[in-house]
């Protein structure tokens, strides 16, 4: 999990400098010698009285020292000082800090994180931000000052993002033939009626290529299957989900083939879902992916998922 964390900060932070990290205007005050801004009137006067020829000015100042870079630059701290971490991560990290000289360091612990904005100018920070999330929610002090360790992460629901947007980044790098998203699906409607109050059915990943549409639902639990009795089943909740985004997609798209997959991260259970079913003249599968390999298997996996579904894909390593 250490070196999971520093890897994905590590890349994601590579390819933000490269595009340039982002910057915002934030409010200075500041006693000058030329007019900036707007002039503070009681302040400028008591200069004057004490006979400084200075202007008391509030302006704004387009900076890099905004929270969004504070939140990379201390969990970057906090996984350089965690003896986890492997050394080519941490060398990695250590010399993209460079870049981080004039941001300052924050307490993460007082971060309201669904207060942070995002927008078009600071989008492509939305992962690296919900990785710096996991690592203060999982950090605890060890008995030695200074020396801090990550907990186990039992908090489903940030894993599932996590697993959900490593599934859709998977196929968005490796697979650029494909359309990938994360697409709204609208509802199919009678004479095109008013959606107002519809529940909006956000897919996790949306894959198209051609004539072919596959909606993935990554599924993130402690229990794959519900319990009736003796018999285990897929949840019910999970199964009318996906069938409803691939029925009201294949109404919206008539000229094209919808299939829709739950895909499962792997328990160590003993049923595991790995079911194929065509209800209603479409096909919907359940799937389990097996992280507690190595990558290269874990990336066989997924790579199997897509060339089941969509012909003659060539792979972007």
């Not at 490593?166 to 095109?192: C, K």
């Not at 299957?225 to 909740?237: D, E, L, P």
């Not at 997959?261 to 194929?276: C, F, G, H, I, S």
């Not at 359940?286 to 969509?310: G, M």
Request: a positive charge; one cysteine or more; charged letters at 25%.
């Amino acid at each position: 999990m250490y070196d999971l964390f520093a890897a994905i900060m590590a890349k994601g932070i590579s390819a933000q400098l490269k595009r340039g990290l982002y910057r915002e205007y934030l409010s200075r005050q500041d006693d000058l010698t030329v007019l900036r801004g707007k002039i503070d009137m009681p302040k400028t006067i008591k200069h004057r009285l004490s006979q400084k020829q200075v202007l008391s000015c509030d302006y704004d100042e387009l900076s890099e020292n905004n929270l969004l870079n504070q939140i990379l630059k201390t969990t970057m701290m906090s996984l350089l000082k965690n003896r986890r971490v492997s050394l080519k991560y941490r060398v990695q990290l250590k010399k993209q800090l460079l870049y981080f000289n004039g941001i300052d360091l924050i307490d993460l612990a007082r971060i309201n994180w669904t207060g942070i904005k995002y927008h078009r100018n600071n989008q492509s920070y939305r992962l690296l931000i919900c990785i710096c999330q996991l690592v203060m929610q999982g950090e605890v002090m060890a008995g030695d000052p200074g020396n801090s360790l990550l907990a186990s992460f039992s908090d489903e629901q940030g894993m599932h993002h996590l697993y959900e947007k490593f599934i859709l980044e998977y196929y968005r790098r490796h697979y650029p033939q494909l359309t990938v998203n994360a697409s709204r699906i609208d509802w199919a409607t009678d004479d095109g009626d008013d959606q107002f109050l519809l529940p909006n059915m956000r897919t996790d990943v949306h894959l198209a290529l051609g004539d072919r549409i596959l909606i993935i639902d990554a599924k993130y639990y402690e229990h794959t299957t519900a319990v009736w009795y003796t018999n285990r089943a897929i949840k019910s909740g999970n199964l009318y989900q996906i069938f409803t985004y691939v029925k009201n997609e294949s109404y919206n798209y008539p000229d094209k083939t919808v299939a829709g997959m739950l895909l499962y991260a792997k328990t160590d259970e003993r049923v595991q879902p790995d079911e194929n079913y065509h209800i209603h003249g479409n096909q919907i599968n359940a799937k389990t992916l097996d992280l507690n390999r190595p990558f290269k298997q874990i990336s066989a996996q997924l790579d199997e998922i897509v060339n089941a579904y969509f012909t003659n894909l060539q792979k972007n390593v």
